[in-house]
């Protein structure tokens, strides 16, 4: 960038470009830094955490009331019609989800400070990963053994 810079600057200096061009040029530069620079913190896993964890169970009440007792979680939210029930403190930290073959942990969700879907989406392409969304496993990509890994502002 130094370069365009400096380009610009020359261009000026002999006459090549007005006053009103060169802080347009500067200006384009600078906002396209700011693009580049959201979409780089939006792909950095440096401060990422396990957002939660999604466990299929037999019985939702039986489940919702084991981690309730046990771990003192409360119920953060729930998707009726999906069979879904999130438990947690503030934010869920256990999703359990009514399905035939329990005992499974069927995803998890690593949280990203600044997740942006769009530059996320690229860079997994780029990295030879194809992104999916969908009701249940929201925005997630398969690691090699097909386990869904949802990835989520946290």
């Known amino acids: 960038m130094e370069s365009v810079i400096s380009d610009l600057v ?3 200096e002999k006459g090549g470009l007005t006053r009103r061009e060169l802080v347009r ?4 530069l600078g906002g396209a ?3 580049a620079a959201v979409a780089a913190q939006s792909t950095d896993f440096k401060g990422a955490s396990i957002d ?4 299929q169970v037999a019985d939702l009440q039986r489940s919702m009331e084991f981690y309730q007792k046990i771990f003192g979680f409360t119920v953060v939210s729930e998707e009726k019609p999906l069979g879904i029930i999130r438990l947690g403190f503030t934010k869920p930290l256990v999703s359990i989800n009514h399905e035939a073959q329990a005992g499974i942990v069927d995803h998890f969700a690593i949280g990203l400070p600044k997740f942006d879907r769009n530059a996320m989406t690229e860079y997994l ?3 030879g990963a194809t992104p999916q969304n969908d009701p249940f496993a929201g925005f997630h990509i398969k ?3 097909g386990v869904n890994i949802q990835i989520v502002q946290g």
């Open 125 to 127: 392409k780029e990295h």
């Open 10 to 12: 020359a261009r000026f």
């Open 33 to 35: 830094s700011g693009v």
């Open 25 to 28: 040029g500067l200006a384009m």
């Open 52 to 55: 939660h964890v999604s466990v």
């Open 143 to 145: 690691d090699p053994d």
